[in-house]
């Protein structure tokens, strides 16, 4: 049994695209909301929204060293996964999964290090409906213990919570 601390649970299961294992799509809103997992042709799209983080945020953002750490994560899925996050076919945003070990929980941990929705899609349960897929996919790929590193936008718009972590047994 899944015990889940920060993560709401109560949207529509997600249902995977047959022709792209990592394609998750829900129905809980009025819009088709779709992640999907990043390419290595997808690291510009990608870039371009992390800037748009940065900046939001007002966080220095370093074209060079991001694009590396972008290809690298993208290009080593045993580092981690980069979804791109799609409504009504247009690319609205990004999530980034980075995985650790961890002896406390006994095996492969992993943190949510960014979420970025587009102004125009924040305040509507999108992130909320993210995270919880993200976490179904952490759970699926054998992760212990999830948490995040959101700050800046991504944590102003969370509610409270009891921890930042959910635990798979």
């Known amino acids: 049994e899944l015990r889940r601390y920060g993560f709401?649970?109560?949207?529509?299961?997600?249902?995977?695209?047959d022709d792209n294992p990592f394609?998750?799509?829900t129905s809980a809103h009025q819009n088709s909301l779709e992640i999907y997992l990043a390419a290595p042709a997808?690291?510009?799209a990608?870039?371009?929204?992390?800037r748009e983080l940065y900046e939001f945020d007002?966080?220095?953002f370093h074209e060079d060293g991001h694009r590396a750490a972008l290809i690298e994560l993208i290009s080593r899925p045993e580092c981690g996964r980069v979804w791109l996050i799609d409504v009504d076919s247009e690319?609205?945003?990004?999530?980034?999964?980075?995985?650790g070990f961890s002896h406390e929980f006994r095996g492969r941990?992993?943190?949510?290090?960014?979420?970025?929705?587009?102004?125009?899609?924040?305040?509507r349960g999108i992130g909320t409906e993210v995270m919880e897929l993200v976490s179904r996919e952490a759970q699926a790929l054998g992760v212990k213990a999830l948490g995040d590193a959101l700050v800046g936008m991504a944590q102003k718009s969370r509610r409270?919570?009891?921890s930042p972590v959910t635990r798979h047994p």
């Open 8 to 17: 709401s649970t109560d949207h529509a299961p997600a249902v995977r695209d």
């Open 23 to 25: 394609s998750m799509n």
């Open 42 to 44: 997808d690291a510009e």
């Open 46 to 50: 990608v870039l371009a929204l992390s």
């Open 58 to 60: 007002r966080t220095p």
């Open 91 to 99: 690319t609205i945003g990004y999530v980034v999964l980075c995985f």
């Open 109 to 123: 941990d992993a943190f949510v290090d960014e979420l970025y929705l587009r102004e125009p899609f924040r305040g």
């Open 160 to 162: 409270p919570s009891a």
